[in-house]
């Protein structure tokens, strides 16, 4: 089974606050997925999800771990991991 986790990065610029949303593969310890924006929102999380599908063939059996803390997590994400076939798990 492949491994992968969601985490935010909180990051200072003269901008204000920007969030980079990360995917890496426990198994490799690589990015497989990424996104930057100025606000948290599920956007965020469904772009860095996009682009770990977009640059990656989905392995079989692929488990995803979520923050259930974070404000990104919602139903819109689970919808998204299911039609792509991921098993969602937030801790």
Partial sequence: ???????VVYLVAE????????IPALS???VVGDAL?????TQ????ALKAAIKCRTLPFNLLHYM???SP??????HVAL?????VCCTR
């Fill in 72 to 77: 990104c997590v919602q139903r819109q994400d």
């Fill in 82 to 86: 299911e039609t792509c076939a991921i």
């Fill in 44 to 47: 965020l999380a469904l772009a």
């Fill in 67 to 69: 923050d259930q803390g």
């Fill in 15 to 22: 901008v204000g606050w920007l969030y980079l949303r990360v």
């Fill in 1 to 7: 089974m492949t491994n992968w986790v969601d985490d």
């Fill in 37 to 41: 924006g100025r606000r948290m929102c």
């Fill in 28 to 30: 490799s310890r690589r």
